[in-house]
Nanobody, 123 residues
Framework: QVQLVESGGGLVQVGGSLRLSCAASARPFSSYSVAWFRQAPGKERKFVAAIGQSGGTTSIVNSVRGRFSISRDNAKNTVYLQMNNLQPEDTAVYYC????????????????WGQGTQVTVSS
């Protein structure tokens, strides 16, 4: 399966911004849809955003819509999650997930996960 390496997490103040990256080993990367999920301590993993194979289709959870955006650069085998106006409730480990489907909806056991990157928003 595709190997995913996440980066870009860190500590940021309320209202700040971060851009997460998910670099993939897939060849061709364009065959994969990539999604972002997040999990706070003691809480279940939740869907955040997904992007289709072509990049023309995206899905954003309502709670972050207007603040977060997802994009991809297939030439760099990378998907990005731009996070603006961060709030304390955004604090979580963010994971990317990839699956060779048009666009990720619900993750499957056959899909691939990154190691996660910590995002901490201080108030």
């Amino acid at each position: 399966q595709v190997q995913l390496v996440e980066s870009g997490g860190g500590l940021v103040q309320v209202g700040g911004s971060l851009r997460l990256s998910c670099a993939a080993s897939a060849r061709p990367f364009s065959s994969y849809s990539v999604a972002w999920f997040r999990q706070a301590p003691g809480k279940e993993r939740k869907f955040v955003a997904a992007i289709g194979q072509s990049g023309g289709t995206t899905s954003i959870v309502n709670s972050v819509r207007g603040r977060f955006s997802i994009s991809r650069d297939n030439a760099k085998n990378t998907v990005y999650l731009q996070m603006n106006n961060l709030q304390p409730e955004d604090t979580a480990v963010y994971y990317c997930y990839a699956e060779p489907v048009a666009i990720v909806t619900i993750p499957r056991d056959s899909g691939s996960w990154g190691q996660g990157t910590q995002v901490t928003v201080s108030s």
